[in-house]
């Protein structure tokens, strides 16, 4: 069974700050994506960060940025220069590329940026 | 361009009665996902449409539950009769086809019911 775990239900940093969220999966499968989803207050999801699997290099997107550990299957956002928009639910989720597209969910880390 | 569009964004009904949620995908995206999100948690897979056919519903609740995208663009998520425990946001999501696919989801902004 595909699984993805977040082991930190609720995080706080403060604003300026870097914090890292975890997030552990685990599939059979080879070719896959991984993501980060925010969730804001308002509760539209909308995506912060992309991987594939095939690719080494880690992720970048302006202040976030990934830690990809295709071994480990570990998959972790570092937010740098935390700011309090960055306040919100943060999802790691996982699908196979193989055509089931079957997205694979984590419980979310609740973040609180302070002021 | 518009996102996916939902409604109606919060629908408080009492238990036995029914409810319907609707969503409009972002034109082009033949795939729609409807996902159940309960309080403080990740999102979860009840019905996943590849235009009109419903290709993965193992999830869905079939007794009380039913969904369709009759011509492959819009979709009805439809629940008869409600109880306290379907009180949640469902979430609605889309995909577009092979030629631009980047595995990235696209949600709506939910539909939250309240079951009293």
């Known amino acids: 069974a595909q699984t993805v775990t977040q082991s930190q239900p609720e995080m706080s940093v403060q604003e300026a700050e870097t914090v890292t969220l975890s997030c552990t999966y685990d599939?059979?499968?080879?070719?896959?994506?991984l993501f980060w989803y925010k969730q804001p207050p308002s509760r539209q999801m909308i995506l912060v960060i992309r991987q594939e699997a095939y690719k080494q290099q880690n992720a970048t997107e302006n202040r976030f940025s990934v830690n990809f550990q295709k071994a480990a299957k570990s998959f972790s956002l570092k937010i740098s220069d935390s700011q309090l928009g960055d306040t919100a639910m943060y999802f790691c989720?996982?699908?196979?590329?193989?055509?089931?597209?079957?997205?694979?969910f984590g419980t979310g880390t609740r973040l609180k940026v302070l002021a | 361009e518009a996102g996916v569009v939902q409604s109606p964004r919060y629908k408080i009904i009492e238990k036995k009665q029914p409810v319907a949620f609707w969503c409009n995908p972002i034109s082009g995206h033949n795939t729609l996902y409807w996902y159940l999100q309960n309080l403080g948690q990740g999102p979860e897979l009840l019905i996943r449409y590849e235009n009109e056919e419903a290709v993965d519903d193992s999830q869905l609740p079939k007794d009380r539950f039913s969904a369709e995208r009759l011509k492959g663009v819009d979709s009805t998520l439809k629940i008869q009769p409600a109880e306290l425990g379907d009180s949640a946001v469902y979430l609605c999501?889309?995909?577009?086809?092979?030629?631009?696919?980047?595995?990235?989801?696209?949600f709506g902004e939910g539909s939250r019911l309240t079951v009293l």
């Open positions: 989720a996982f699908t196979p590329t193989s055509g089931t597209y079957k997205y694979i």
């Open positions: 999501a889309s995909r577009p086809g092979p030629a631009g696919n980047t595995g990235e989801l696209f």
């Open positions: 599939t059979s499968e080879s070719n896959y994506y």
